[in-house]
């Protein structure tokens, strides 16, 4: 029989697997952020890729400076975005149902840190409010803080 746990698990690997999927498989690092407030979803993502932190629309920009003479060019259309945020958004509510069926609190906010390389995957999780009670704060917001945060510890 299948515990919490691994269901869990599962569907954070499953958004893992998207976002390396979506960057063929050539990142350092991938990092993804959920949030869940009172109905509303937010899956987003950005990655480490030939040691620069970048976002999912930026990736033909950070494989220029370094692999020019391979000229790897990612699909980064809309599209593909939209596919790969609303696979994830799939999962995050997926999540959200394991925790009802299970009776666990569901993580306001997840931080979720894949080092391709070394395989591991860390989460950071919370279980306050963080946006829905901010008159001026947004999901995006919180999603670019921690972008520039990673950004800034990596130079």
Known sequence: MKLFED?????????????????????DE????????PK??????FYKINGKVVHKH???EASKELDSQQN????????RQKAALRIGNQNLKHIHKKCEEFNKDMP???????????????????????????DELLPDDIFD??????KENNL
Not at 7 to 27: G, H, P, R, W
Not at 40 to 45: A, E, I, W
Not at 72 to 79: G, P
Not at 145 to 150: A, M
Request: glycine residues 2%; hydrophobic residues 40%.
């Open 7 to 27: 269901y869990f698990s599962e569907l954070q690997t499953d958004m893992v697997a998207i976002c390396l999927e979506y960057v063929d498989n050539k990142a």
């Open 30 to 37: 991938i990092f993804i952020y959920c949030s869940y407030e």
């Open 40 to 45: 509303m979803y937010v899956f987003d993502f």
């Open 58 to 60: 930026q990736l033909n």
């Open 72 to 79: 790897r060019v990612y699909d980064v259309s809309r599209e």
């Open 108 to 134: 306001t906010e997840m931080k979720l840190h894949y080092n391709v390389k070394k395989n591991s995957l860390k989460g950071k999780y919370r279980y306050d409010l963080v946006y829905s009670i901010d």
């Open 145 to 150: 803080l921690w972008f520039e945060e990673v």
